[in-house]
T-cell receptor, first 110, second 115 residues
Framework: QKEVEQNSGPLSVPEGAIASLNCTYS??????FFWYRQYSGKSPELIMS????GDKEDGRFTAQLNKASQYVSLLIRDSQPSDSATYLC??????????FGAGTQVVVTP | EAGVVQSPRYKIIEKKQPVAFWCNPI?????LYWYLQNLGQGPELLIR????????DSQLPKDRFSAERLKGVDSTLKIQPAELGDSAVYLC?????????????FGPGTRLTVL
């Protein structure tokens, strides 16, 4: 079992719709959670960090964390073609190590 | 604020040759990470430094890989000798460190091709 799991996609989303990305993790003691966006051929770019249960909103992005279910999600509202990328979930485990998921590819179709 | 700087951006070498990558983190960032990323995969941690100290190098193949972070700023990752399977993107990231400074910022990466 991978420590951080994401659906690989591709997730096809019509322009203007909401993209919903999910991530589960295995270490129950994890405290820090991050979403990165990675365009093809580029390095990961930090979008959101979340540390507490509940929702955190930043512009068109909302991160949701549920530690009891070991689940973190990212919602992208009003999806734009420029949102087409791979989204990486990262978790800082209780012993300090960062684990990345393999990423979910999002394709926003006009 | 300048971002994480890495060089070179691309490197093509023949197998069994040595190669080195350099990273300059964001100013004031005490924690530095080296990752390896294969196509279609997430970054995999090779080594993490807190200032000058390597605090997590459990995934670093120590028979051929080495790293150093002298003076707690710049870092160098070396592979000697390189193997075909080492072809990947090598990413450097930095963070402020401490309990609240976990957000990592990545450099542009070095794409290594071993022939």
């Amino acid at each position: 079992q991978k420590e951080v799991e994401q659906n690989s996609g591709p997730l096809s989303v019509p322009e203007g719709a909401i993209a919903s990305l999910n991530c589960t993790y295995s270490d129950r003691g994890s405290q820090s959670f991050f979403w990165y966006r990675q365009y093809s051929g580029k390095s990961p770019e930090l979008i959101m960090s979340i540390y507490s249960n509940g929702d955190k909103e930043d512009g068109r992005f909302t991160a949701q964390l549920n530690k009891a279910s070991q689940y973190v999600s990212l919602l992208i509202r009003d999806s734009q073609p420029s949102d087409s990328a791979t989204y990486l979930c990262a978790v800082r485990a209780s012993w300090g190590k960062f684990q990345f998921g393999a990423g979910t590819q999002v394709v926003v179709t006009p | 604020e300048a971002g994480v700087v890495q060089s070179p951006r691309y490197k093509i070498i023949e197998k069994k040759q040595p190669v080195a990558f350099w990273c300059n983190p964001i100013s004031g960032h005490n924690t530095l990470y080296w990752y390896l990323q294969n196509l279609g995969q997430g970054p995999e941690l090779l080594i993490r430094y807190e200032n000058e100290e390597a605090v997590d190098d459990s995934q670093l193949p120590k028979d051929r890989f080495s790293a150093e972070r002298l003076k707690g700023v710049d870092s160098t990752l070396k592979i000697q000798p390189a193997e075909l399977g080492d072809s990947a993107v090598y990413l450097c990231a930095s963070s402020r460190g401490g309990l609240d400074g976990n957000e990592q910022f990545f450099g542009p990466g070095t794409r290594l091709t071993v022939l």
